[in-house]
T-cell receptor, first 111, second 112 residues
């Protein structure tokens, strides 16, 4: 079973616009991570946010975490065509070490 | 720093045949993971090693899948016998701790 559920399943935007993806999960977590996957570079880690953190930034990425709602969001600002990829959230639960990935959001950025 | 290496990159077999995948993690990474990613889905953890020991294999179909990690470094994942539904990309990842995982390029398996 998949713990994380990303929303939307697919997103198409113009270059320069912002893209927001959401992730919901079911059980308590130690941390939540976002990964990007495209055909050129495979699966790449983007950012990790711990359960005691509420917001984190990395370049054009902004991640928020609301543990009371069991949800996280990933914001990509000023998107570029190169941001076209699938984005996954992954959680490490407090009950064990297993990493569980969601089904992903497919982002398409039009030049 | 060299990344996670996997081989082969592609494999086509017929159902009921056997297949093995190899993974060499980043040097010094104690934790190694094998994932199965079916087209259109997120990766599903099959097995996680911490050095030589298995941390989690709850989603590994043990009647046909097996994995080992010799000397806490390289790892092999085997499927015997393969079924049509095993067609997927098999990803290996490694990490220093239970945080950021570094993924290999994957092995795309097609079972006919």
């Amino acid at each position: 079973s998949q713990q994380g559920e990303e929303d939307p399943q697919a997103l198409s935007i113009q270059e320069g616009e912002n893209a927001t993806m959401n992730c919901s999960y079911k059980t308590s977590i130690n941390n939540l991570q976002w990964y990007r996957q495209n055909s050129g570079r495979g699966l790449v880690h983007l950012i990790l946010i711990r359960s005691n953190e509420r917001e984190k930034h990395s370049g054009r990425l902004r991640v928020t975490l609301d543990t009371s709602k069991k949800s996280s969001s990933l914001l990509i600002t000023a998107s570029r065509a190169a941001d076209t990829a699938s984005y996954f959230c992954a959680t490490d639960g407090t009950g064990g070490f297993k990493t569980i990935f969601g089904a992903g959001t497919r982002l398409f950025v039009k030049a | 720093e060299a990344g996670v290496a996997q081989s082969p990159r592609y494999k086509i077999i017929e159902k009921r045949q056997s297949v093995a995948f190899w993974c060499n993690p980043i040097s010094g990474h104690a934790t190694l993971y094998w994932y199965q990613q079916i087209l259109g889905q997120g990766p599903k953890l099959l097995i996680q090693f911490q050095n030589n020991g298995v941390v989690d294999d709850s989603q590994l179909p043990k009647d046909r899948f097996s994995a080992e990690r010799l000397k806490g470094v390289d790892s092999t994942l085997k499927i015997q016998p393969a079924k049509l539904e095993d067609s997927a990309v098999y990803l290996c990842a490694s990490s220093l701790s239970l945080n950021e995982q570094f993924f290999g390029p994957g092995t795309r398996l097609t079972v006919l």
